[in-house]
């Protein structure tokens, strides 16, 4: 389910990776992402994965490959309901752009709209959030070692001490 989508146009690199952060961070269970990895959209996928981990936060490069194995998946999840979006008309123009080209489903080259100023965009940002969805991600976590053992550690019953009884600051 998409609660809203943000839209950008002719934003500078550096406020775009602004307001994705401010959006990200706020999200509690945000466990992996999809971003264009291409173009403009090159920048911004890079720098995610600098932040949340390049395991998290994939570029990914949109190819023919690419198109084939996942837009049949993205187009099923709408015929199966799995899918919500915002009720807007420049995002069901840009859904209804997807064609099948040479036996690929993906966005014709150039403008997709009859006003020719739309590049179909909120059709990929679909694509890449379903993709995102299906993403198997593996979380590690971190246990600190206690600063001080207690004296009921495995180490105090052993026989044979192996600090020879010095502990820190005996030196």
């Known amino acids: 389910r998409s609660p809203f989508i943000v839209e950008r146009a002719n934003v500078p690199f550096k ?25 403009n959209g090159q920048y911004l996928a890079e720098q995610a994965g600098f932040k949340y981990g390049s395991g998290r936060m994939q570029a990914i490069m949109l190819s023919q490959q690419w198109y084939l194995e996942n837009m ?7 015929e199966d309901a799995k899918i919500e979006i915002p009720q807007d008309a420049d995002i069901l123009s ?14 014709p080259e150039g ?3 009859s006003k020719k100023q739309r590049h179909g965009d909120a059709a990929i940002a679909l694509a890449l959030a379903y993709y995102a969805s299906l993403m198997e991600i593996e979380e ?9 053992q207690s004296p009921r550690d495995d180490r105090y019953s052993r026989p044979v001490k192996v600090t020879g009884g010095f502990r820190r600051g005996s030196f």
Request: avoid cysteine.
């Open 15 to 39: 406020q775009q990776e602004q307001v994705f952060y401010y959006i990200a961070d706020r999200l509690p269970r945000l466990v992996g992402g999809a971003l264009d990895g291409r173009g």
């Open 72 to 78: 049949p998946k993205f187009k099923a999840a709408f």
């Open 94 to 107: 840009d859904l209804r752009a997807l064609q099948v080209i040479k036996g690929v489903p993906k966005l």
């Open 111 to 113: 403008k997709t709209d």
């Open 140 to 148: 590690f976590d971190y246990t600190a070692v206690r600063k001080q």
